[in-house]
């Protein structure tokens, strides 16, 4: 779907490739989606990280990649989407990570996304 002139289903896809290199306990992977940008951030409860390379460790250092009952299946719903220019969206959704002993951590996500020559790259990522 096209909204506002951007591909909707092409930054879907982002997302859900990401997802996929989680799932797959590939953080390289997981990170593909991630700006090369030394601006690129990410901030949570624990603070600001900015820039690609910082932000992978701090996925290593807290998630165990190798082992996917410390790592959990993650799954993200899109809960809205919107351009913010010809080369920008929003995404907003819920992240929830599922663990096999049954409990879960789940939270809002809110990403500012660019179409750079690799496609749909997230420049912006503040998660809850």
Do not use: C
Not at 6 to 18: G, H, P, R, T, Y
Not at 48 to 77: C, H, N, Q, S, W
């Amino acid at each position: 779907m096209v909204v506002g002139g951007i591909d909707q289903n092409a930054v879907d896809k982002a997302i859900a490739e990401s997802v996929a290199g989680w799932n797959a306990g590939e953080v390289e992977r997981f990170m593909q989606v991630y700006s090369e940008g030394a601006d690129t951030s990410f901030i949570a409860g624990d603070g600001l990280v900015r820039g690609k390379a910082a932000m992978t460790a701090r996925y290593r250092e807290k998630y165990d990649f190798a082992d996917p009952v410390k790592r959990g299946t993650l799954t993200i719903e899109r809960l809205d989407y919107r351009p913010l220019g010809r080369d920008y969206a929003l995404y907003i959704g819920r992240y929830t990570l599922r663990y096999p002993d049954g409990h879960s951590a789940s939270g809002p996500t809110s990403l500012v996304l660019h179409h750079e020559a690799g496609g749909w790259k997230i420049v912006a990522d503040h998660s809850s």
